[in-house]
């Protein structure tokens, strides 16, 4: 029974026999049957037979047996092992199988764990594990591998005693493969007592493995085990254990030195390197400290450097993250702050020309101890101060050599140098590193110090003073520190509080962030610290020096944030948000001072007369603008900057602002995303050029764009870079005529435009002039395309830098539609919004265009539209709320595109619902009348007519509106309004149902195509279903639009006369469904409804051509049928297809020389025959529901009827096509009748209904 699965054998025994749900009693017996049922399988022969990945499964199963039946002897396992897979007595083809059965079946033993116990069995197996290693064409290294396994769990006497003499040959040749050598490394860690020098002597003829003699036959091995361990890409167990008896035999600087460095690295192999970097990487954690400098300073840290920086290619393999790895292992496990810090140096010492090759940010400073973070702090300053590059191990890549392109390579290796530590200090502000305040605050003192000031004279009040860098700060260095010291304040702004303390808990759990443990701002004790650099002039020199009015700015500053410090208790989060705002404003007097000091003036007469009590309550001058408008300016102005920092400072102090915003400063944010404001001089973006400059402020927006390492993203340059090419292209293929004229005048003049003889006749004189007006000519015009290249570039730019300032100032208008969603200035951003989207959606999208885009939609669809808040003190902005509608729906219909009409009809409900929920004072006691008194009063007014909870919305203007939109999108072809829209309205203000009921209901037959025909359907249904329009109707009146909407039904499916298309089919569906929606109403609630021309309209629907293809329209035919007390008949297709066989079968075997079976005049005939039988059984089918009466019927005139069926059935397909056709006459007569039993049965159904 080869057939049988193993698996499912297997699967039986462990259920008939489980161990887990047997009785204790019963243990004995079931793990019996487990070890009988498993010793079959095994004995059967066809384990060794299966796939590979069923043997380690089988060995499992036969080790729990056996480790739970201890009764069982090993000895007798093994010895029916080696019986049933004796490698001797199998034929060759089955010799693989056979020794794989004899590994695993050792393997079984050992992992029962009773192996160690049983010395005879375990002699034997190790015995069966070396014959099995001389077969490594079948088996590789496993046997080898077994042997170290069960090595590494032998007791020393048990090896003493038993193995030492059996593996005595394999510890001999030691040297011939790594298995054999791993053999060697494990007994010789294991039992140090029994390989003691003397017997290693005469195994290996010295006393120690490691010794200059051993050396090269260890580094063969080894570079075996990595050729061996190439796809793997792990250390091999050799190379790790060989790295342990080094260390233990004291001889790791010889291993070190002549195996790896000399021997592995020097051959510049793939495997062989990677395999000395897995060394280095494993050997960090067992090494002491000198010999981590020693390895951290050889030529394996130098490679792995060289590989670091040519792996930054593309489809190269990158080693760098497993050897972070390997260092993130060695930190997390290292208490040693020496050993830690030694490390940290080694890697950061390893430089390419200058540049550190690890990254500036590094997860693994986490771990650092206290005093190695300090330690490493100060080694970054003096090699900083003072860069030393005799301590760094710097290469120089076989590229680098070759192209030579640094003409200054010392001063090329100083800044970057200091630039990456720069980067250093901010990362380790950013880590996750334990630190403390005065750490953190030594470090931005530093990098604020070396940005913008330099010691003159050195005092111990600075300590910054006392060591002067050495070379000097290049200007590119300082700016490069300028820039990235912005980065280091985001990083404090983010910072949470630091210390142990309870007070500092406190503020943590709170998610206090940007302060210090007494609650003042980082960047206010950075400020203090400014001010104490410049009192100290003699000492200290700005290396922008403050002017007069600069400096009584700072002054100034400083005292307005003294007297905000003394009203922050009274005025709490808004005098924190403009502190932080003015000091950083502040501290950009170092960076850019021109730019900063118009802005600082400003907001310091703006914070003046904020929080000045008597100024406010003098009357301002109306030419003055108001302190919220001043104040918007400055922020528009801060964005324009490429500061991360800069963006969140604007928006958590205009978020403190918003409740005093006022119309024209909220206009002020919303010009800026006008796009007819683009070129208005005053936008701080806009490139201008003047003697071939651009703008100052620009200038350091981009030098801080380039630098800023929390700055936005900058794949713009990328696309510029494609935006060049493409215009040189552009150039190219253009010719100016003008240049073609040019060109021609030159050539006349020179005689150069004459006959065939024209050339002897010109003198070397005249050609060279010629040469000499030609190429001032194209030099000429060669300047005229590039200025049009820069005017293009230049442009393009200034679109760029536009477009990004709008998206930041986008975060200014979601700030106040969160934080004021109930002002009534929100009103005034519903235009702003719609018109970005109008324009962004039509013009061309790039990726920042769909990002401003993708912004904007959901500002505009989460923050307005779905806000849960809204303003509910419209006043006297009625009408102009109404108007706004109005608006907002004509410009929805006559949109070409549906995608940006639906958001203006999303505004258009978002002030339906503001206008609904808004209620006036004079019209609050009215509307609380019931609905009688309503009605009873006289003339028709629109407010007595508009129900009650409809606020100050007038419901009979905003009808006709929503109306005016309905009646286009149902009747006009083409309408950017979706039905969509319309249910959403419905949905959400089903007031609007009851006027827009009869327009809906017209359009189910008036509608302009088959679509609109079918969403007036859908409309329809929605409207009828939901329960607050059948509320405001009297019974009657509901009876009445049932009624009038099944004719309006009926009469639309009578006019279907086709099903060619797919919109026919979809319309006939929705017609039906809201035909079975009405029948169910009518039959659910009693109402007299006449539906004798439903039956008709339906039947003549099923004998249209191309009914019967659609399922969907099938199913929901019958199951309006249903309602209508029909029965859907079955068709007999058991019938066709037993006969089909038969005729199938012939067709399969053609002979030669004969026709086929559908060829033949008997054949032929009847093919004709079939056509005909089968019309004749689809209008019985059609017709059978016409005379079943499924209501009266029982069970046996059911059966009657289906062998009635049948029998005329069976008559036709027998019967002539003759007698068929005049069959198919009389069944048009009895459709003629039908129609009249139809009439009766659906009077007799709704008669109780009536």
Known sequence: MEEIPLGSVLELIREKHSLDRVKKKLLR???????????????????????????????????????????????????????????????????????????????????????????????????????????????????????????????????????????????????????????????????????????????????????????????????????????????????????????????????????????????????????????????????????????????????????????????????????????????????????????????????????????????????????????????????????????????????????????????????????????????????????????????????????????????????????????????????????????????????????????????????????????????????????????????????????????????????????????????GAEVFAFQQLLLLVGIYLFKTPTETMDLLNDLLSCMERVFDKKSKKKKCDEEEPEWVEVIVEVLLSLLSQPSLLMRRVSKSVFARICPHLSKRALHLILDVLDPEQDQDEESAVVVTEETGKKKPLLEDMNKAASADSSDEDSSEEEEDEEEDSGDEEKTSDEVDENFRKQLMNVLQAGNALGGDESDEDVDDETMMALDENLSALFAEQQKRVQAKKDERDKMRKEKILRRDFKIKVLDLIEVFLTKQPENPLVFDTIEPLLLVIEQTMSSDSDKQEQDFLQKTANIFTNHLCRAKQYCKSVGDMQEHLHTLMDSLLKRACKHSDSSVALYFFSASLYLFKVLKGNVASEAATPFSTTKKKLKSKEGPCDQTDQPSGTGVLDLGRVTVMYQEALSGFLTKRNCALTGSMFLDLFNRFPITCKPLIDTIIESVTAGARQHQQAQACILLQKALQTRELKDSMAVEEWEELIRKSISQVTESLMAVSEFKMKVDQEKVIKCLELLSFLLKTASQQMLHVEVTEVPGALQALSLQEGFGKSVRLDNIYWNVMKLLGFTRPKRKKAATQSKQPPAVEPLKRKKKGFLPATKKRKNRKQALERPQENEGMETNVEVAPEGTEAPAMGRKKKKKNRKRKWQVESKGEQGPPTKKAKGSAGTETQGELGKVKWKKKASRMLAPLA
């Open 29 to 571: 017996n079931a793990a019996f049957g487990n070890f009988f049922g498993v010793l079959a399988l095994f004995q059967s022969g066809r384990l060794i037979k299966t796939r590979e990945a069923a043997r380690p499964g089988f060995s499992l199963a036969l080790a729990q047996v056996l480790q739970a039946m201890e009764e069982i002897p090993l000895g007798s396992v093994l010895e029916l092992i080696r019986e049933k897979h004796s490698l001797d007595r199998v034929k060759k083809k089955l010799l693989r199988n056979a020794a794989f059965g004899n590994f695993f079946g050792v393997l079984a033993l050992f992992q029962s764990g009773r192996l160690i116990k049983d010395q005879e069995t375990l002699l034997h197996c190790v015995q069966l594990l070396q014959s099995l290693s001389q077969r490594p064409e079948y088996l590789r290294n496993l046997p080898r591998q077994a042997l170290v396994d069960i090595l590494s769990e032998t007791p020393q006497a048990v090896f003493e005693e038993v193995l030492f003499s059996t593996l005595q040959a394999d510890l001999t040749s030691a040297f011939s493969s790594p298995e054999q050598l791993h053999l060697l490394l494990v007994a010789i860690q294991k039992f140090p007592e029994v390989l003691q020098p003397k017997k290693l002597k005469k195994l290996l003829g010295s006393s120690t493995l490691v010794n200059p003699e051993n050396i090269p036959k260890l580094v063969a091995v080894l570079k075996t085990a990595a050729r061996s361990e190439k796809k793997d890409k792990n250390l091999p167990s050799v190379g790790l254990d060989l790295l342990h008896v080094s260390l233990k035999e004291g001889a790791f600087d010889l291993f070190w030195k002549e195996a790896v460095e000399n021997g592995l690295l020097k051959e510049k192999l793939g495997p062989n390197s990677y395999m000395c970097y897995r060394l280095l990487g494993s050997a960090l954690p067992l090494l002491s400290l000198d010999q981590l400098q020693t390895v951290l300073r050889g030529e394996v840290m130098q490679s792995y450097g060289d590989h670091v920086v040519s792996a930054q290619l593309p489809d190269r393999f990158r080693f760098a993250p497993e050897m972070e790895a390997y260092v993130d292992t060695f930190f997390r496990d290292c208490d040693d702050p020496e050993k830690q810090f030694a490390v940290l140096v080694g890697f950061s010492a390893l430089t390419n020309q200058g540049c550190p090759v690890v990254q500036s940010f590094w997860k693994v400073v986490k771990y650092l101890q206290p005093v190695a973070l300090v330690k490493y702090f100060s080694w970054l300053k003096n090699m900083f101060l003072k860069p030393d590059f005799s301590c760094c191990l710097d290469f120089t890549t076989s590229r680098q050599k070759q192209n030579q392109e640094i003409a200054n390579l010392t001063e090329h290796r100083v800044v970057c140098l200091r630039k990456w530590i720069i980067h250093r200090l901010i990362g380790l502000l950013d880590s996750q590193v334990k630190k403390e305040e005065d750490f953190v605050m030594e470090v931005a003192r530093f990098c604020f110090f070396h940005a913008f000031f330099m010691t003159k004279k050195p005092t111990s009040e600075i300590p910054e003073t006392e060591s002067i860098p050495s070379p000097p700060l290049l200007e590119r260095s300082r700016s490069v520190a300028a820039n990235l010291f912005f980065s280091l304040l985001q990083s404090l702004n983010s910072m949470p509080v630091l210390g142990d303390t309870a007070e500092a808990a406190a503020l943590r759990e709170r998610h206090v962030h940007g302060v210090t443990v007494d609650g003042k701002l980082w960047i206010s004790h950075i400020v203090q610290y400014a001010n104490v650099l410049l009192s100290h002039e003699k000492n200290v020199k700005a290396v922008t020096p403050f002017t007069k009015e600069q400096k009584a700015a700072w002054n100034r500053m400083l005292q307005t944030v003294e007297n905000l410090q003394e009203k922050e208790k009274s005025h």
